[in-house]
């Protein structure tokens, strides 16, 4: 080989040829660095701990755990890439790093030398540790005119109850940067959320984060300065007898950058004794505090199956744990043979604080039913130290086979069906007696008229024209006509009364009602049409039985609940129902739908 080839390919192999602007390829290699923001804090204080992974875009969240005396929250996990540009030999050289980085939040709680053991890290499958890191934390000096008071409602809890500590804290003067993290909570307390001040505007207040808990304080003013006042709820987790706190504020003072100081105020601790519940009785509701328990029905007369909201009540002291879904009521024993509960169950509706309202619906089964039994919750009353059980009054009920035609749906007038009852008082006629009124029927019940002129029909003031001729003839011709107009009837009557014409009849009677706007009743006719039942008994859980579409019965099962609960009317398009309505129909006529 000549020696100038010699030397191009020396120059190819180690002059890096490469174009202008290209980009170098990235390294393969992926390491791993932990570091803190800062080497030394005081009690009270957050460092930012930063794990960077170098040369990759993700990572497995690691399992970090640091000593006693500090506390560790994940704030999360982000990608970033760096793009780094040199000349070299008059070339443009371009170099990208990524870099995945994980980021917590430590607080500092007691002084002293801790050591953060290496964290390790998987990327892709791999396993990469970092180095130990070590953190100094100092005591910050204790802050005169700063004093600090805790005290709780009751020095004797239970497991499961609810500890609440009022905290008072006077500050003297202008304060920044303050942190309530070096506050010492046992592990036998855990934190729950705190509530809002009573009193005081947005002005009048200070908010702060305790063990990732939001607090807010009302500010109150002194003769010396203000006063930060706030409640920390705690729950009682482990019998003993246990120090809670100090509550402890960390913060710097005001004034010059050279002059200002890192200060800390702590309350005296409280001795705090929790004793385990005794065994339980069956049916607990695992509520411990004082409540209250209250049922209610929409109305106490009804059909056979018709629907009826029950609503269960539960009242107590905030925060009111242990309340999920479904209230932790007893029903008694006999409650299904009488009554049918809903199959969805309850729906909790929460109404102001303090308060619990679950509703479900139940349909009576007999007309034996003469009342809703009392529902019963036992709790555990931490004051009488012993378990108690609620229970409602019985609710009396008038449980009917069939609709009943009552003095309220009766119309007197002027002698005439076109006449009215204007000024009746409800459940009376006016003019005619209907003997054995009972309670009003639904208003949907077709009115009757009643005449209405008592004595006077008994006088006898009409000749006697049956006795003449026309008269004679016309009972000799009656008996084959009316013969022939009963057939027709019956057979009219026979069609009309087939469980497929009345249904048709009532999907035609829903499509009315839907074009006049009354969609909820609408829905109650079209369901009731498809399978067979009043309209009245229908719930919001019957539309699952109709044979139509999924969205079809989605539609309409919002409007249904909106029309029971008395809601804002639900948004349901118009070819929606005349869809559920045709399918209905179908199926009414191919015998699927009842």
């Not at 760096?82 to 980085?101: A, K, P």
């Not at 035609?508 to 079209?526: C, D, N, P, Q, Y």
């Amino acid at each position: 080989m000549r020696t100038r080839d010699v030397l191009m390919v020396m120059v190819f192999l180690i002059g890096g040829i490469v174009p202008t602007g290209a980009m170098a390829q990235d390294d393969t290699s992926v390491s791993v660095v932990a570091e803190l923001a800062r080497r030394s804090a005081f009690v009270g204080d957050d460092i930012v701990f930063q794990i960077t992974v170098d040369g990759a875009t993700r990572a497995d969240r690691p399992s970090l755990r640091v000593p006693d005396g500090l506390r560790a929250d994940f704030l999360g996990g982000r990608p970033r890439s760096s793009v780094f540009t040199q000349i070299v030999q008059g070339r443009v050289i371009e170099r990208r790093e990524e870099q995945y980085l994980l980021q917590y939040r430590v607080s500092a709680q007691r002084a002293g030398t801790y050591t953060i053991p290496g964290v390790d890290v998987v990327v892709d499958g791999k396993r990469l540790r970092t180095r130990p890191v070590t953190l100094e934390v100092r005591e910050p000096s204790e802050a005169p005119g700063f004093s600090m008071r805790a005290s709780v409602d009751r020095e004797r809890v239970w497991v499961g109850e609810v500890v609440r500590v009022r905290v008072e804290w006077d500050v003297a003067s202008e304060v920044s940067d303050v942190s309530f993290e070096a506050t010492a909570l046992p592990a036998a307390f855990g934190l729950l959320d705190s509530p809002q001040p009573a009193t005081g505007g947005p002005t009048d207040r200070f908010e702060f984060t305790l063990r990732g808990r939001s607090v807010t304080a009302a500010v109150e003013p002194t003769a010396s300065g203000v006063r930060v006042v706030f409640e920390l709820r705690l729950v009682a987790q482990e019998a003993g007898i246990v120090e809670l706190g100090p509550i402890a504020a960390t913060f710097t003072t005001g004034g010059t950058r050279a002059g200002r100081e890192r200060l800390i105020a702590r309350s005296a601790p409280v001795s705090v004794e929790v004793r385990e519940l005794p065994a339980a009785p069956p049916g607990f509701s695992g509520l411990i505090g004082t409540y209250t328990l209250d049922a209610s029905l929409e109305r106490q007369t009804a059909n056979v199956g018709d629907p009826l909201r029950l609503a269960v009540r539960i009242g107590g002291a905030e925060p009111m744990l242990g309340l999920g879904r479904e209230p932790p009521v007893v029903l008694p024993e006999d409650f299904g043979a009488a009554f049918t509960l809903a199959p969805d169950g309850w729906q909790r509706r929460d109404g102001p604080a303090g308060s619990r309202v679950y509703e479900t619906t139940v349909r009576a089964n007999s007309v034996g039913v003469e009342a809703l039994p009392g529902i019963e919750l036992i709790v555990f009353d931490p004051r009488r130290e012993g378990y108690v059980t609620l229970r409602t009054e019985e609710i009396p009920l008038r449980i009917r086979s069939a609709r009943e035609i009552t003095a309220a749906d009766a119309i007197g007038g002027g002698g005439s069906p076109g006449g009215s009852a204007a000024g009746a008082a409800p459940g009376s006629a006016s003019g005619g007696e209907l003997g054995g009124a009972v309670a009003a029927a639904p208003t949907r019940v077709p009115r009757v008229w009643a005449e209405d002129r008592g004595e006077g029909l008994l006088v006898d003031d009409a000749p006697l024209w049956w006795y003449s001729p026309a008269a004679a003839g016309a009972l000799i011709a009656a008996p084959p006509l009316l013969f022939g107009c009963a057939a027709g009837g019956v057979a009219f009557v026979r069609h009309r009364r087939t469980p497929r014409a009345r249904a048709l009849a009532g999907v035609a009677a829903s499509r009315r009602l839907w074009s006049r706007g009354e969609h909820g009743l609408a829905v109650r006719t079209l369901v009731g049409a498809g399978l067979g039942v009043d309209a009245d008994a229908v719930a919001a859980y019957d539309i699952g039985r109709l044979d139509i579409g999924e969205e079809q019965q989605a539609a309409l099962r919002d409007v249904l609940r909106a029309h029971e609960t008395g809601g804002d009317p639900a948004v349901c398009e118009a070819r929606t129902f005349r869809r559920a309505a045709d399918e209905t129909a179908r199926g009414v006529r191919n015998g699927s739908a009842t």
